[in-house]
């Protein structure tokens, strides 16, 4: 079945960098775009970025633009999402997504920009 497993959140001060990784199972990971959302306490579910297949053509949030970068590992069945310069308003609970016949999620991780 369909897995998303995603790691690499924590606490880390403003202006400061976590990279974010989603490791998938079950589905032909590099025919498939995968997307990465947050979800803030209080605050609706949101895209933050977007990677597509063979191409890696990507898309982003402009709340994100310039300071998080989204990647893949086709051999790794992997989807990264770098963040650098975070600020406090990117606290939120981030999690990997890809559409099939329906959407995946996977369990989220926490991320935490606070001094």
């Known amino acids: 079945q369909v897995q998303l497993a995603e790691s690499g959140g924590g606490l880390v001060q403003p202006g400061g960098s976590l990279r974010l990784s989603c490791a998938a199972s079950g589905f032909t990971f590099s025919g498939y775009t995968m997307r990465w959302y947050r979800q803030a306490p209080g605050k609706e579910r949101e895209l933050v970025a977007s990677i597509t297949t063979f191409s890696g053509g990507t898309t982003y949030a402009d709340s994100v633009k310039g300071r998080f970068f989204i990647s893949r590992d086709n051999a790794k069945n992997t989807v990264y999402l770098q963040m650098n310069s975070l600020k406090p308003e990117d606290t939120a609970v981030y999690y990997c997504?890809?559409?099939?016949?329906?959407?995946?999620w996977g369990q989220g991780t926490q991320v935490t920009v606070s001094s």
């Open positions: 997504n890809v559409v099939l016949l329906r959407g995946y």
